[in-house]
């Protein structure tokens, strides 16, 4: 099925270790974006990308690095993982014109110790 | 830059009742607005958006949402509650066709009683 797929969807970290978010869409949408949900705060805007070789910081950058080499895939990066970093986290593509909206990939749960 | 305000948390309704969640909303130009659910250990899924035109919006599920700019609001209705309808919800805006920086409020949880 056609969509934005997400790996790992669980993960647990040590902190100061880094990892990778995997994001992926086959929907050949040029925007994507990485967010992040906590309790009561609803989604919060990490990075986005208007298209490959294209990104730019969110709401709550810092600790996370993107890039962003084929309109496909968008990863996340965590440099130094840290606590306050455990969230759940999604990635989403977006389409434009009629089409205008994102479609969310199901998420990674990570938890850091 | 925008910003969304649900109105309350949590929101427990019988089955067969109204369900009426509120969203109000800030933006410095023309709004795109949108409704997402999202059920246990799920991702967000979409309900409906407003872009422009009509400003009743019918979206899945039988749930409805009227932008009212006046009112600065988005409010979402359905107006019989099934026991499927238990989820959490999101109201969402972002600033037009090229803005893709969605700001969501705090998100507001039904619960639906037999």
């Known amino acids: 099925n056609a969509g934005v797929t997400q790996t790992p969807k669980f993960q647990v970290l040590k902190t100061g270790q880094s990892m990778t978010l995997q994001c992926a869409q086959d929907m050949n949408h040029e925007y994507m974006s990485w967010y992040r949900q906590d309790p009561g705060m609803g989604l919060r805007l990490i990075h986005y990308s208007v298209g490959a070789g294209i990104t730019d910081q969110g709401e709550v950058p810092n600790g996370y690095n993107v890039s962003r080499s084929t309109t496909e895939d968008f990863p996340l990066r965590l440099l130094s993982a840290a606590p306050s970093q455990t969230s759940v986290y999604f990635c989403?593509?977006?389409?434009?014109?009629?089409?205008?909206?994102?479609?969310f990939g199901s998420g990674t749960r990570l938890t850091v110790v | 830059a925008q910003s969304v305000t649900q109105l309350g948390s949590h929101v427990s309704v019988s089955e067969g009742a109204l369900v009426l969640l509120r969203c109000n909303y800030s933006s410095s130009v023309p709004p795109y607005l949108f409704w997402y659910v999202q059920y246990p250990n799920q991702g967000l899924q979409l309900l409906l958006k407003?872009?422009?035109?009509?400003?009743l919006v019918k979206g899945i599920n039988g749930f409805e949402a009227e932008f009212k700019k006046s009112e600065t609001s988005f409010h979402l209705t359905k107006p019989s509650a099934h026991m499927s309808d238990a989820a959490e919800y999101f109201c969402a805006v972002s600033e037009g066709s090229n803005d893709y920086k969605l700001s969501f409020g705090a998100g507001t949880t039904v619960t639906v009683r037999a």
């Open positions: 407003y872009t422009t035109g009509a400003t």
């Open positions: 989403a593509s977006g389409g434009t014109g009629s089409n205008y909206g994102y479609t």
